[in-house]
Structure formats: structure tokens, C-alpha cells
């Protein structure tokens, strides 16, 4: 609709006042009951948001401001990650402790957690993926050799409630109970 009333009138739509106040609306981005989590692709393309019951992912498309696609998933989601700038990687840790690897063309791979996760931090210079959650353990699985390795305890910590990495220093915090917060490099 602005492009064609542009083109009639060779204007350029840069000064056109009501074309800059314009709100466009994402078509079907609901979920029958809730939406848990909502996440926004590195790149700015995409949103990905899962819901539950029935759990599921939706992929949305910014450009096109639409469902790319959803997909149905076993258990709710706890927490979910990017592994790349667009939505073709990710990884998300699901209510039943399970770690589900995700592509562009469905699930990759599905792994269990030793523990109940409530959070996941992805490092990618060491290509590491930080798994916290129910125990003073904070769990590492590195993704290039796909072996857990060994998991840091906390030293105050009973619980992990959230994993942050520094995306420019190597330093990794968790969150938990209190108000603690615990740091490593």
C-alpha cells in the first residue's frame, strides 16, 4: 500500500511522516496458552519463541513478518540458545532434563542432563555449552567433541537459577539463591 501511493506520486518514502509511525504486526504470533520464552536472532530476522501446551517453537520471520515454521517438541522448555546469528542452530534445554540440538531441517541430536536445568550459557570461543540448574554443579559439555567434561562446583552456591558468559572476557557467573553471585575465568 505506501509502496504503490510512492510510486504514483515519486516520492521517496524517507519523508513520509505516516510511513515512519507505521506499526507492523508479526501474523499468528500467539500460543494456546503461554509463551515462555522469546528470543531474537542474532542477525535481526527472526524471533523464535517456544510456548506450552502443547510445547512447541515458532520461528518467525521479520522480513516477511510471519510463521516460518513451528515445531512440536516432546516436553516444555526451560531455556533455549542460539548457536549461530541466524535460527538455523539451537540448542534447548527441556523440563524432562533433556539438552535437544536443533537445525534448519529439525532435531539433530537429544542428550540428558545429570541434573533439573534451569538455564544454559553458550561460549563460543571455547565452543563450550554451560548447563545450571538444580545442584551446586555447573555442567559443561563441549559441543565440538561432544563429551561433558568436568563439572564445576560452586563454592557458596546450593543452586544455579542462571549462567551468564562474558561475550567479551572469559568470564563465566552464576546466579543463585540470596543474592550470591559466583564468577570464574
Same mark, same amino acid.
Given at each position: 500500500?505506501?509502496?504503490?501511493?510512492?510510486?504514483?506520486?515519486?516520492?521517496? *518514502?524517507?519523508?513520509? =511522516? !505516516?510511513? #515512519? +509511525?507505521?506499526?507492523? /504486526?508479526?501474523? %499468528?504470533?500467539?500460543?494456546?496458552?503461554? @509463551?515462555?520464552?522469546?528470543?531474537?536472532?542474532?542477525?535481526?530476522?527472526?524471533?523464535?519463541?517456544?510456548?506450552?501446551?502443547?510445547?512447541?517453537?515458532?520461528?518467525?520471520?521479520?522480513?516477511?513478518?510471519?510463521?516460518?515454521?513451528?515445531?512440536?517438541?516432546?516436553?516444555?522448555?526451560?531455556?533455549? *540458545?542460539?548457536?549461530? =546469528? !541466524?535460527? #538455523? +542452530?539451537?540448542?534447548? /534445554?527441556?523440563? %524432562?532434563?533433556?539438552?535437544?540440538?536443533? @537445525?534448519?531441517?529439525?532435531r539433530?541430536?537429544?542428550?540428558?542432563?545429570?541434573?533439573c536445568?534451569?538455564?544454559?550459557?553458550?561460549?563460543?570461543?571455547?565452543?563450550?555449552?554451560?548447563?545450571?540448574?538444580?545442584?551446586?554443579?555447573?555442567?559443561?559439555?563441549?559441543?565440538?567433541?561432544?563429551?561433558? *567434561?568436568?563439572?564445576? =562446583?560452586?563454592? #557458596?552456591?546450593?543452586?544455579?537459577?542462571?549462567?551468564?558468559?562474558?561475550?567479551?572476557?572469559?568470564?563465566?557467573t552464576?546466579?543463585?539463591?540470596?543474592?550470591?553471585?559466583?564468577?570464574?575465568?
Amino acid at each position: 500500500q505506501w509502496l504503490a501511493e510512492a510510486q504514483k506520486k515519486k516520492q521517496s *518514502l524517507r519523508r513520509n =511522516e !505516516d510511513f #515512519k +509511525k507505521r506499526i507492523d /504486526l508479526i501474523q %499468528d504470533f500467539e500460543f494456546n496458552v503461554a @509463551s515462555s520464552r522469546v528470543r531474537i536472532s542474532a542477525d535481526g530476522d527472526h524471533v523464535l519463541a517456544t510456548g506450552i501446551y502443547a510445547p512447541e517453537l515458532r520461528i518467525f520471520d521479520l522480513k516477511e513478518l510471519g510463521l516460518k515454521c513451528s515445531r512440536g517438541l516432546d516436553s516444555e522448555v526451560v531455556d533455549f *540458545l542460539l548457536l549461530s =546469528e !541466524d535460527w #538455523k +542452530k539451537l540448542v534447548m /534445554l527441556l523440563d %524432562d532434563r533433556t539438552l535437544e540440538f536443533h @537445525s534448519q531441517y529439525g532435531r539433530h541430536h537429544r542428550l540428558r542432563v545429570p541434573k533439573c536445568g534451569r538455564s544454559l550459557s553458550y561460549d563460543s570461543e571455547s565452543c563450550n555449552l554451560f548447563v545450571g540448574g538444580s545442584s551446586s554443579s555447573l555442567y559443561r559439555l563441549d559441543l565440538e567433541a561432544g563429551t561433558f *567434561l568436568t563439572p564445576l =562446583e560452586m563454592q #557458596k552456591l546450593t543452586e544455579i537459577n542462571e549462567v551468564v558468559t562474558n561475550p567479551r572476557l572469559p568470564i563465566l557467573t552464576c546466579c543463585g539463591d540470596g543474592g550470591i553471585v559466583e564468577s570464574y575465568d
